[in-house]
């Protein structure tokens, strides 16, 4: 069974301060991993996805994660917070068992507060 | 707009009515699927389709929920008899098949709140 595990119910920062929204994960399969952002009313977007190609995966808006199959983590980091930053952050894992749907598994979320 | 819609945005309904959501996914795309999202929880798979064939149903889809993709384009989500537990964000999402690496999108949602 695959599962992700978000570390940090809530986390706030300055901005202008890094950034760290940790995330652990449970595979019996090479995962296939992402970061999806909600911002308040509005839909969830892709931020950034581990394909295995590179374990250093850069995503939009100056975020990245860093793959270490070591730890099982996959945490999403950024060198300087910005208010547009402040949402809702999911770490996601996609299914790669036997059905093979894709479906995709989510972590309980990281609510990420920038303050001025 | 070419992104995954829903619609409605938003229903209230009484405890007892059916309710029917619609998802337009993005028109290329093979893969359907809708979740669940309640509030402070993450979103929670319920059920897949590849072209018009439900492939997947999870635990979560009760016997009064019912999703349908008759064509292979555009799918439908009904829920009868509704209860009051099943207030929640309804997120319809897309893809290309083929890889677990092919990112999904998603819609803004359909919003059930029952009274």
């Known amino acids: 069974a695959q599962s992700v595990t978000q570390l940090d119910s809530h986390v706030s920062v300055s901005e202008g301060t890094p950034v760290l929204l940790r995330c652990n994960y449970s595979?019996?399969?090479?995962?296939?991993l992402f970061w999806y952002v909600q911002h308040p009313n509005k839909g969830l977007q892709l931020l950034l996805k581990?394909?295995?190609?590179?374990?250093l995966v850069k995503g939009i808006n100056g975020f990245e994660a860093e793959f270490k199959k070591s730890e099982t983590s996959f945490h999403l980091t950024k060198p300087s917070a910005h208010m547009s930053d402040a949402a809702e952050y999911f770490c996601?894992?996609?299914?790669?068992?036997?059905?093979?749907?894709?479906?995709?598994?989510f972590g309980q979320g990281t609510t990420l507060q920038v303050k001025p | 707009d070419t992104g995954v819609s829903q619609d409605p945005r938003h229903k209230i309904t009484k405890r007892g009515q059916n309710v029917t959501f619609r998802c337009d996914p993005i028109?290329?795309?093979?893969?359907l699927y809708w979740y669940r999202q309640t509030l402070g929880q993450g979103p929670e798979f319920l059920t897949y389709?590849?072209?018009?064939?439900?492939?997947?149903k999870s635990r979560l889809l009760s016997d009064r929920f019912s999703a349908e993709r008759p064509k292979g384009s555009f799918s439908t989500l009904e829920i009868q008899r509704t209860e009051q537990g099943d207030s929640a964000m309804y997120l319809c999402?897309?893809?290309?098949?083929?890889?677990?690496?092919?990112?999904?999108?998603f819609g803004p949602g359909t919003r059930l709140t029952v009274l």
């Open positions: 996601v894992v996609s299914d790669r068992g036997s059905s093979n749907t894709g479906k995709l598994i």
């Open positions: 595979s019996s399969y090479s995962p296939s």
């Open positions: 581990y394909t295995s190609a590179a374990t």
């Open positions: 028109s290329e795309h093979n893969r």
């Open positions: 389709f590849q072209n018009e064939a439900q492939l997947e």
């Open positions: 999402a897309s893809n290309l098949g083929g890889s677990s690496y092919n990112e999904q999108f």
